[in-house]
């Protein structure tokens, strides 16, 4: 059997992912045994057959997850892959091995599949169990928000799930997490726009995930524009430094796992939208991991000596982004 779970809204096709998963240890393995995820981007037409043919004398079938095998750079193994699953047959099983590709954006403008892979995202998106999840309109994300809510056993008014979505940007996985706070938060009636504030669910603006790419480009002069920009527009320096450590600890984290790990596996460990990965990945390769470990240090230093009286904060984040 092979499934195919792509497209620009990952959080639902890593739930669909979870859910395939969750009903295979169910009913086949609950020890995860002959569970195997493997890192598409690097692996092998070999170890891709030693997976699939694995045996166990405990249990038949096998799950095998590879994911985001369309940023693999062998230029052999898209063609090589697709002859091999024909010949194994291995759309028509249902009843011995799972296969499944879990992948992002694939076969649109702005992420174009390459000639030369296109025979293979063809079969693979040709399965009767392919599934792309294109980005929700306006409409279906809040139906969607609203199914949510149900799904926990809250209800939600129209006005805060319009306003919910509009904090985050349609982010499902911001909103995902604001989700279970409100429901847990909310135990009766039904939720309304002050809950959201209840709760502290804040969304940054536009400006500020600039300041905090700025940070990440290691472009400086840009970095204490906005810096500046912000502190007129009332921001407080508190909350600029909160942004900075928790962009920073991304970074930090994500250059220690780099090599080690997929993409997937980073979002999943570290509860990130994989977007966020992505183009954290980038940033972090503007750094050592020394840098990062030093920059991210001395914003955990200038928090604890902001409250604890020690240190002007306006001076220390203007002296921070000095030296960046």
Avoid: C
Wanted: proline share 2%; no cysteine.
């Amino acid at each position: 059997m092979i499934i195919f779970l792509y497209g620009a809204d990952t959080f639902r096709s890593h739930r669909k992912l979870k859910e395939i998963r969750q009903n295979f240890q169910d009913k086949v393995d609950a020890e995860s045994s002959s569970i195997s995820v493997l890192d598409g981007a690097k692996i092998g037409l070999k170890e891709i057959a030693e997976q699939i043919n694995t045996s166990s004398l405990f249990v038949k079938k096998r799950l095998v997850i590879i994911e985001d095998f369309f940023n693999n750079k062998q230029e052999k193994i898209f063609g090589e892959l697709k002859d091999y699953l024909e010949k194994q047959k291995l759309a028509e099983l249902d009843e011995r091995d799972v296969l499944i590709f879990l992948d992002g954006e694939l076969n649109t403008k702005s992420s174009p599949v390459k000639a030369k892979n296109k025979t293979l995202f063809n079969f693979l998106a040709g399965q009767k169990l392919s599934q792309e999840f294109k980005t929700l309109s306006p409409g279906q994300l809040n139906s969607f928000v609203q199914a949510e809510f149900l799904r926990e056993g809250r209800k939600i008014s129209a006005a805060a799930v319009t306003e919910l979505v509009a904090r985050h940007q349609g982010d499902l996985w911001q909103i995902g997490g604001e989700i279970k706070k409100l429901a847990h938060y909310k135990t009766e009636g039904q939720i309304e726009s002050a809950d959201l504030e209840a709760i502290g669910s804040r969304a940054y603006g536009e400006d500020i995930f600039s300041f905090t790419d700025a940070l990440g480009a290691r472009k400086r002069p840009l970095a204490i524009k906005i810096f500046e920009e912000q502190i007129s527009a009332g921001i407080v320096p508190d909350q600029l430094l909160a942004m900075m450590v928790r962009h920073f600890k991304i970074l930090l984290q994500i250059k220690s796992l780099a090599g080690q790990k997929t993409p997937g596996m980073i979002a999943s460990e570290l509860g990130l939208h994989p977007f966020v990965v992505s183009k954290s990945s980038a940033q972090a390769r503007n750094f050592s991991l020394k840098e990062l470990s030093d920059f991210f240090n001395q914003l955990i230093f200038l928090d604890y000596a902001n409250k604890t009286g020690q240190r002007d904060l306006m001076n220390g984040l203007t002296l921070f982004l000095a030296t960046l």
